[in-house]
């Protein structure tokens, strides 16, 4: 367990696996929207035999900090949050994955650091909208998820697999989170699909309907994408199907060019 500092905001993370030498490499998995590093619990054994992996908990998430100005939840100050955690562990290029939010942060930190991703994997997550209808629709349900957590509290964490509210410090921080860091405002990411030129794992579970025909987008529009459909599992592939999702994560990492 560690913590970096980025101006004033105290950022935590685990570091589990081989770390001198790091095995056959680093993987950095980021969680989805009111969940917590706390849902790759069941992976870490299997995923962390041969490889250093790094999870973490995004600002007003978990055990990191939650500042009080919604300017300090965006996109970009996330991407640089990754970034920072790598530096902070002297990671120059690491495979970066994660789930729902997690996934679409991994899009567009590949866009901002593509230098610094092995490969990409993506797990029950999209890669954002082209056309303002769809992103409009997508902010009001975030919008809603903050109203939520202003007049409930905690109490309006919805009950999935992946969410764990003992771990969360502060309503406020999701809150503002989903105001300014689950809300989209362009199509950058989305757009740049065709320019990955990494390998990408484009997983998603059989009975996440939400995010099926996005799946299937990311795997038709990214060059190298390999896609994994997991039977009997829903959003929270990872906690529904352990040992399938773990076992196509691995064959996919053992498949990865060496470096």
Known sequence: ???????????????????????????????????????????????????????????????????????????????????????????????????????????????AHPDRVRALMLFDTGPGYRRDEGREGWNRSAIARAEAFETRGLDALVSRAEVSQRVHKSATGLALAARGLLTQHDGRVIGSLGTIGVPTLVLVGQDDEPFLAAADYMAGHIPAATKVVLADAGHASNLDQPEAFDRNVLDFLHALPAG
Do not use: C, K
């Open 1 to 111: 367990m560690a913590e970096i500092e980025r101006d004033g905001v105290h950022l935590y993370y685990e570091v589990h696996g081989p770390r001198e030498p790091p095995g056959l490499g680093t993987i950095l998995l980021t969680h989805g929207y009111s969940s917590s590093s706390h849902m790759w619990q069941p992976n870490l054994d299997a995923l962390g035999a041969e490889h250093r992996v790094v999870v973490w908990d995004l600002r007003g998430h978990g055990r990191s900090d939650s500042p009080g100005d919604v300017g300090q939840y965006t996109e970009s100050l996330a991407v640089e949050d990754m970034a920072a955690i790598l530096d902070a562990l002297g990671v120059d290029r690491a495979v970066v994955g994660g789930l729902s939010l997690g996934g679409y942060l991994s899009l567009a930190f590949h866009l």
